[in-house]
């Protein structure tokens, strides 16, 4: 058990301590303590050590003991780096339930856990933080040649400072120095995230009364007829709204920013930058004294009444059901009843829309934790948190690692998303299901939110295990988009195709670029063209790295892999049999953009995926210029699903839904069905009724007329049954073992040795070994292992610690040289 009691240790008591490394290691590792630094270990602090034969790590003190390990001699601790402890009682607990639910390392959850700025280590690199203007006089020499060293390479380890200060311990100097704002630490120095900024107008209050306007009008309208204009749009919006942008001034008035710049500079109107939500949210929704409707409060009422027997409790409400309003209304009675808050979103781009509604109620008290944020505040927000300063935290899943003292509630919002679960490094977790458990140690509740709740979550619900809320109703009455099926089949054969849309889809997109609206279409592959393939002897190029064909990617005119990053030039002619019929298959975004932009030369378009991006602020400045009506279609991959939602977009065109549903996975109708309806959900806006446009090969297809008809749990029912007759979640629990090797035959022996040595134990719930759907990745050769366990029959906590003891087996013979072997629980 680990203790967090305030010990106290004499000068002369001979301590040990068990440290945390943040490394892949099965055991923690035990340290002496030096005699003068007995006083100030506690459980929780950071501490440096050496591990190996010269790397300098921060661990987290786990235990302290007076007994020194049996195996090895106890190496001294180099320093404490803690006043007091960062990790509080509850968190290490809940490490360790990670590191066991999920079959990692305590030291891989620790690395995922803590900001980079809180575990450097000889490899963590250091930057001078060029936004801080520091006094060097008050440095003192240590510090001035780190600064100096950092002028002339503006990237140095902590490894370099080591050799540059010639002694080991430096980490108390570089803590020093990153308290006093002076360098920047970091894994991989982030990007700062930026807000969103918007332009707001007022009139000045000079002209606020009749005959100061109307001398103000006289003068304008005959010198600037353009200003008057402005100025007359301005009143005429005032009176319908209280809130004025710059953009919309100008709209409304047909006077150009010219127009207005003159009248800011006469001190007509004051211009102010205010912080806003990328997102489209109807001003009275959120007013500071808002009232909830009937739905909204029988739903507040039934949540609080089922939190009373039950911890975790289910709220089912379509899109725009107002689900933001009751979540206000639970936070609010939490946190005056002296608790804290965790509010989990999926995605980044989300929590500006709801952070700055969400500060209207809170104020202060509320913080903000995701990783576009750069070191230094993510460091801000922990200390924060564990000061007890921040009342509600809104985060993505990184977030349940925060040191909360007191959680009361944990909000987890659109917990259907898959963005919930990690999937790269370990611990593989999902977000979801650790709040719950973290919920739970705090003897605090869980609210999981959704319009298309996951089938696990809907499963429990319907069980009892969870409680179940559902809201039917649209907030404000707003109708539900229009949803028509095209078939693509049909289309062609009347031949009224033009490239990749059918005609519907065309009329549609012309409708809403005549009445100034906005469209987003979708296709699921990012790139120009996904094959290329020789017409005479069918050769495709493949990567070198991985086992996938190569995607054309038109802005580059080259290859690339998806996978690895490797790109190669395009070949005009076949490598293998010398013709020059090469041609594209398939098509992705990039061809979409191009297509378009020929039939509609007049549209403005743009891209939203993976490659558009990757640069520093381009996503936000995509969702910009979409607010500012810069951009008439935008065309992107899933990104522009995840609940972004602009007041102007009528038409949502889905180019092939055919690839959504015809993915091979078990999950991919549920999956199908949540994106469809998550977008239909997005179209329209208040006053206009939005549309869908989805193409198809299939257009009877099951999941589709399920959307059509939002019947959600005709879907449940009708997936259930096939998941209980083929073994799938919810009715088992899965885990699967990747094993990983660069020569495919000793990774074939290798995984069915492995799989063998599971069948002794799990007979025929071992399925496998098998090649996954991409076989090498990154010149690794990959095969699967699949354990499929009944629900509520087999305890998965020994079937765990029984597959760790046949892993672990495995690795001390010969035959694993040269594995890896990658567990994922609960796989998505």
């Given at each position: 058990?680990?203790?967090?009691?305030?010990a106290?240790?004499?000068?002369?008591?001979?301590?040990?301590?068990d440290?945390?490394?943040?490394?892949?290691?099965?055991?923690?590792?035990?340290?002496?303590?030096?005699?003068?630094?007995?006083?100030?270990?506690?459980?929780?602090?950071?501490?440096?050590?050496?591990?190996?034969?010269?790397?300098?790590?921060?661990?987290?003190?786990?235990?302290?003991?007076?007994?020194?390990?049996?195996k090895?001699?106890?190496?001294?601790?180099?320093?404490?780096?803690?006043?007091?402890?960062?990790?509080?009682?509850?968190?290490?607990?809940f490490?360790?339930?990670?590191?066991?639910?999920?079959?990692?390392?305590?030291?891989?959850?620790?690395?995922?856990?803590?900001?980079?700025?809180?575990?450097?280590a000889?490899?963590?690199?250091?930057?001078?933080?060029?936004?801080?203007?520091?006094?060097?006089s008050?440095?003192?020499d240590?510090?001035?040649?780190?600064?100096?060293?950092?002028?002339?390479?503006?990237?140095?380890?902590?490894?370099?400072?080591?050799?540059l200060?010639?002694?080991?311990?430096?980490?108390?100097?570089l803590?020093?120095?990153?308290?006093?704002?002076?360098?920047?630490?970091?894994?991989?120095?982030?990007?700062?995230?930026?807000?969103?900024?918007?332009?707001?107008i007022?009139?000045?209050?000079?002209?606020?009364?009749?005959?100061?306007?109307?001398?103000?009008?006289a003068?304008?309208?005959?010198?600037?007829?353009?200003?008057a204009d402005a100025?007359?749009?301005?009143?005429?919006?005032?009176?319908?709204?209280?809130?004025?942008?710059?953009?919309?001034?100008?709209e409304?008035s047909?006077?150009g920013?010219?127009?207005?710049?003159?009248?800011?500079?006469?001190?007509?109107?004051?211009?102010?930058?205010?912080?806003?939500?990328?997102?489209?949210?109807?001003?009275?929704?959120?007013?500071?004294?808002?009232?909830?409707?009937?739905?909204?409060?029988?739903?507040?009422?039934?949540?609080?009444?089922?939190?009373?027997?039950?911890?975790?409790?289910?709220?089912?409400?379509?899109?725009?059901?107002?689900?933001?309003?009751?979540?206000?209304?639970?936070?609010?009675?939490?946190?005056?009843?002296?608790?804290?808050?965790?509010?989990?979103?999926?995605?980044?781009?989300l929590?500006?829309?709801?952070i700055e509604?969400?500060?209207?109620?809170?104020?202060?008290?509320?913080?903000?934790?995701?990783?576009?944020?750069?070191?230094?505040?993510?460091v801000?927000?922990?200390?924060?948190?564990?000061?007890?300063?921040?009342?509600?935290?809104l985060?993505?899943?990184?977030?349940?690692f925060l040191p909360?003292a007191?959680?009361?509630?944990?909000?987890?919002?659109?917990?259907?998303?898959?963005?919930?679960?990690?999937?790269?490094?370990?611990?593989?977790y999902?977000?979801?299901?650790?709040?719950i458990?973290?919920?739970?140690?705090?003897?605090?509740?869980?609210?999981?939110?959704?319009?298309?709740?996951?089938?696990?979550?809907?499963y429990?619900?319907?069980?009892?295990?969870?409680?179940?809320?559902e809201?039917?109703?649209?907030?404000?009455?707003?109708?539900?988009?229009?949803?028509?099926?095209?078939?693509?089949?049909?289309?062609?054969?009347?031949?009224t195709m033009?490239?990749h849309?059918?005609?519907?889809?065309?009329?549609d997109i012309?409708?809403a670029?005549?009445?100034?609206?906005?469209?987003?279409?979708?296709q699921?592959?990012?790139?120009?063209a996904?094959?290329?393939?020789?017409?005479?002897?069918?050769?495709?190029?493949?990567?070198?790295?991985?086992?996938?064909?190569?995607?054309?990617?038109?802005?580059?005119?080259?290859?690339?892999c998806?996978?690895?990053?490797y790109?190669?030039?395009?070949?005009?002619?076949?490598?293998a049999?010398?013709?020059?019929?090469?041609?594209?298959?398939?098509?992705?975004?990039?061809?979409?953009?191009?297509?378009?932009?020929?039939l509609?030369p007049e549209?403005?378009?743009?891209?939203?995926d993976?490659?558009?991006?990757?640069?520093?602020?381009?996503?936000?400045?995509?969702?910009?210029?979409?607010?500012?009506?810069?951009i008439d279609?935008?065309?992107?991959?899933?990104?522009?699903?995840?609940?972004l939602?602009?007041s102007?977009?009528?038409?949502?065109?889905?180019?092939?839904?055919?690839?959504?549903?015809?993915?091979?996975?078990?999950?991919?109708?549920?999956?199908?069905?949540?994106?469809?309806?998550?977008?239909?959900?997005?179209a329209?806006?208040?006053?206009?009724?939005?549309?869908?446009?989805?193409?198809?090969?299939?257009?009877?297809?099951?999941?589709?007329?399920?959307?059509?008809?939002?019947?959600?749990?005709d879907?449940?029912?009708?997936?259930m049954e096939?998941?209980?007759?083929?073994?799938?979640?919810?009715?088992?629990?899965?885990?699967?073992?990747?094993?990983k090797h660069?020569?495919?035959d000793?990774?074939n022996?290798?995984a069915?040795?492995?799989?063998?040595?599971?069948?002794?134990?799990f007979?025929?719930?071992?399925?496998?070994p098998?090649f996954?759907?991409?076989?090498?990745?990154?010149?690794?050769?990959i095969?699967?292992?699949?354990?499929?366990?009944e629900?509520?029959?087999?305890?998965?906590?020994?079937?765990?610690?029984?597959i760790?003891?046949?892993?672990t087996?495995?690795?001390?013979?010969?035959?694993?040289?040269?594995?890896?072997i990658?567990?994922?629980?609960?796989?998505?």
């Amino acid at each position: 058990m680990l203790e967090f009691a305030d010990a106290q240790h004499t000068d002369r008591e001979t301590l040990f301590v068990d440290v945390i490394l943040p490394l892949a290691i099965a055991k923690n590792y035990t340290y002496r303590v030096p005699f003068q630094l007995n006083s100030d270990v506690a459980v929780g602090k950071r501490v440096v050590v050496q591990f190996g034969k010269s790397k300098l790590y921060t661990a987290v003190i786990a235990s302290i003991g007076n007994k020194p390990p049996e195996k090895y001699e106890a190496k001294y601790l180099l320093d404490i780096l803690d006043e007091k402890p960062v990790i509080n009682e509850n968190q290490l607990p809940f490490w360790q339930w990670i590191a066991d639910y999920y079959m990692c390392n305590l030291g891989e959850v620790m690395s995922a856990a803590l900001p980079s700025a809180l575990k450097l280590a000889s490899e963590t690199r250091i930057e001078l933080n060029k936004d801080f203007a520091f006094d060097r006089s008050a440095l003192h020499d240590k510090e001035f040649l780190i600064a100096e060293a950092l002028e002339i390479q503006p990237r140095l380890t902590v490894g370099d400072i080591v050799k540059l200060l010639g002694q080991k311990t430096v980490m108390p100097i570089l803590k020093s120095m990153f308290e006093k704002n002076i360098i920047n630490i970091s894994e991989e120095v982030s990007e700062k995230y930026k807000p969103r900024k918007k332009t707001f107008i007022t009139l000045n209050r000079e002209y606020q009364n009749q005959d100061s306007l109307k001398e103000l009008f006289a003068i304008l309208e005959k010198r600037a007829p353009k200003q008057a204009d402005a100025v007359l749009a301005y009143i005429k919006l005032a009176r319908t709204q209280k809130d004025i942008s710059k953009i919309e001034l100008i709209e409304a008035s047909g006077a150009g920013d010219a127009s207005i710049k003159s009248l800011i500079e006469k001190e007509v109107f004051v211009a102010e930058e205010r912080n806003v939500s990328r997102l489209y949210f109807d001003e009275d929704e959120f007013n500071d004294n808002f009232q909830l409707n009937e739905s909204q409060q029988n739903a507040l009422t039934e949540i609080k009444h089922q939190f009373s027997d039950k911890d975790v409790v289910l709220l089912h409400g379509v899109t725009s059901s107002g689900k933001t309003q009751v979540y206000i209304r639970l936070i609010e009675e939490v946190i005056s009843s002296g608790k804290q808050v965790l509010y989990l979103l999926p995605e980044i781009a989300l929590t500006t829309h709801i952070i700055e509604r969400l500060r209207q109620y809170f104020g202060s008290s509320i913080g903000v934790y995701h990783s576009k944020f750069n070191d230094n505040e993510r460091v801000e927000v922990w200390q924060k948190v564990l000061n007890h300063d921040y009342k509600v935290v809104l985060g993505a899943r990184s977030s349940v690692f925060l040191p909360f003292a007191d959680l009361g509630l944990i909000i987890v919002d659109e917990e259907h998303e898959t963005s919930y679960k990690q999937f790269d490094p370990a611990p593989r977790y999902n977000a979801r299901d650790a709040a719950i458990y973290l919920a739970g140690m705090y003897h605090g509740k869980t609210l999981l939110g959704s319009a298309t709740p996951s089938f696990e979550s809907y499963y429990n619900a319907r069980t009892h295990k969870y409680g179940l809320t559902e809201m039917a109703e649209r907030f404000g009455g707003v109708e539900l988009p229009v949803t028509e099926v095209v078939s693509i089949i049909e289309e062609t054969k009347k031949k009224t195709m033009q490239s990749h849309f059918t005609s519907v889809l065309m009329d549609d997109i012309k409708d809403a670029l005549a009445n100034k609206e906005q469209v987003i279409l979708f296709q699921n592959r990012r790139g120009y063209a996904p094959v290329l393939i020789c017409k005479v002897c069918a050769y495709t190029p493949k990567c070198v790295n991985c086992d996938v064909s190569l995607t054309y990617h038109k802005s580059s005119g080259m290859l690339h892999c998806h996978y690895c990053g490797y790109k190669e030039d395009a070949p005009a002619i076949c490598p293998a049999c010398g013709s020059t019929h090469m041609e594209y298959k398939g098509f992705g975004t990039e061809k979409i953009e191009d297509e378009l932009s020929m039939l509609l030369p007049e549209a403005r378009i743009a891209r939203m995926d993976l490659d558009t991006t990757r640069s520093r602020n381009s996503l936000q400045n995509i969702l910009n210029d979409l607010e500012e009506k810069k951009i008439d279609i935008l065309v992107g991959t899933q990104m522009v699903a995840k609940g972004l939602d602009f007041s102007d977009v009528t038409v949502i065109g889905i180019i092939n839904a055919d690839s959504l549903l015809k993915y091979p996975d078990y999950r991919a109708n549920e999956r199908s069905f949540q994106m469809l309806a998550q977008v239909s959900g997005r179209a329209g806006r208040r006053g206009k009724q939005g549309k869908v446009v989805i193409q198809t090969y299939d257009p009877n297809h099951r999941v589709i007329k399920q959307v059509i008809e939002n019947n959600y749990l005709d879907l449940y029912m009708t997936e259930m049954e096939e998941r209980r007759s083929f073994h799938y979640p919810p009715f088992y629990r899965i885990i699967n073992l990747d094993i990983k090797h660069k020569n495919p035959d000793i990774l074939n022996n290798q995984a069915e040795y492995l799989a063998a040595e599971l069948r002794k134990n799990f007979g025929d719930r071992v399925i496998g070994p098998e090649f996954p759907l991409i076989s090498r990745i990154r010149n690794y050769f990959i095969k699967s292992i699949m354990l499929k366990f009944e629900r509520d029959v087999v305890s998965v906590a020994k079937a765990k610690n029984l597959i760790r003891d046949i892993i672990t087996q495995f690795q001390t013979t010969k035959l694993s040289k040269g594995s890896v072997i990658q567990v994922d629980v609960d796989p998505i």
